[in-house]
């Protein structure tokens, strides 16, 4: 006889893929969905990161500079319900990544992220069991930021909001953005914050060469320049109830916590407005997805900012390595740990009943 766990477990997985209890979840290839355990019983798994496209955007667009085609492979289709039962993953929060709207007058923008966010609900809505939704809001604008944000979450059913790490060059700390951070104070959303390759921090053409270092090196710079932002701008400070999870397993700031720890102790330019110490964020209102890709780079986010602050992510449909095995096979977690990165996490962030 199966214990309680297992037998909710199955009937999750029956209700989502519409099968009778007993039955195995199947791909569309025909091949068993992946299931995942910890310590020998089934985990949810959720993934906090992942992007997609609203094809229906091409219309809005079309005839203004900011005309653009949608990419094909972050369509969401069937073959994303695919890659979600080869990996094993319950449940999948997906985000428009990247933030070309932020050009957009303000009456283009509304209409951008009010086609953006329906079709998102409209997907959600198709997969309620597979799906949630981050809805894209205008930066650009605070207060529109705020409307979008209120109207994606109230109305739509969506479950936060997606952000870049800078609007035209200029990083959401300063109180000019206060209207939309206490919009998501208000309503108890996280921000899931993702870096559009820094290319406002440097000299122009320094990114090129080999390696794609816009991506690889600048991604990770600008998530740690907004994560710094927000701590030493106070904008933490008022508004103490806001969740930021921040892409790429926070870029480079949980790598070097130290100096940043100490930069208001020892640095008399340093003019900091935070009340806490920077690791009392990271600890609490900051989080970060799983992609660091190595051992050592999962244990050394979870000792610097504690289980509770780690989410498992995907980046799909890009083609990055998984890092679901490597969390579950983690020697230096315990079970309970290996459960709430892996989905428990997520679910309260998203609140995902």
């Known amino acids: 006889m199966p214990d309680r766990r297992t037998f909710m477990k199955a009937m999750a997985l029956a209700g989502a893929s519409g099968?009778?209890?007993?039955?195995?979840?199947?791909?569309?290839?025909?091949?068993a969905r992946r299931e995942i355990t910890v310590g020998g019983f089934p985990a949810t798994?959720?993934?906090?990161?992942?992007?997609?496209?609203i094809k229906a955007i091409e219309r809005v667009v079309n005839g203004t500079p900011l005309e653009r085609k949608v990419r094909d492979n972050r369509i969401l289709g069937p073959d994303r319900l695919a890659l979600l039962d080869e990996r094993g993953i319950d449940i999948q929060a997906v985000h428009v990544g990247q933030y070309w709207w932020y050009q957009a007058d303000d009456r283009l923008a509304r209409r951008i992220t009010r086609v953006m966010n329906e079709g998102m609900a409209e997907w959600v809505e198709e997969h309620p069991e597979r799906f949630v939704a981050l809805s894209a809001v205008s930066m650009?604008?605070?207060?529109?930021?705020?409307?979008?944000?209120?109207?994606a979450v109230t109305k739509l059913g969506l479950r936060g909001a997606s952000i870049g790490g800078h609007v035209n060059g200029e990083v959401p700390s300063s109180p000019r953005f206060d209207p939309f951070w206490a919009k998501v104070e208000e309503l108890d959303v996280p921000v899931f914050m993702h870096p559009q390759r820094a290319d406002y921090l440097v000299e122009q053409d320094k990114f090129e060469g080999r390696g794609d270092l816009a991506n690889i090196v600048g991604n990770p710079l600008e998530t740690a320049m907004f994560l710094s932002r927000l701590i030493f701008d106070g904008t933490f400070d008022r508004f103490p109830g806001i969740k930021v999870c921040a892409a790429h397993g926070g870029g480079y700031l949980p790598s070097y916590a130290g100096r940043t720890e100490v930069a208001c102790d020892v640095r008399p330019n340093a003019e900091c407005a935070n009340r806490k110490r920077p690791r009392e964020y990271l600890k609490s209102q900051i989080f970060v997805d799983s992609m660091v890709f190595t051992e050592e780079g999962l244990r050394h986010l979870v000792a610097e900012m504690g289980a509770s602050q780690v989410c498992y992510g995907t980046d799909l449909p890009y083609h990055w390595p998984d890092t679901l095995d490597q969390i579950v096979d983690?020697?230096?977690?315990?079970?309970?740990?290996?459960?709430?990165?892996?989905?428990?996490?997520?679910?309260k962030l998203l609140q995902i009943g």
């Open 45 to 53: 798994v959720v993934d906090l990161h992942a992007h997609c496209e």
């Open 330 to 347: 983690a020697p230096f977690l315990s079970n309970a740990e290996k459960e709430a990165i892996v989905g428990g996490n997520a679910i």
């Open 19 to 31: 099968l009778a209890l007993g039955q195995t979840p199947l791909l569309a290839a025909g091949h």
């Open 140 to 151: 650009q604008y605070p207060e529109l930021a705020a409307e979008e944000l209120e109207h």
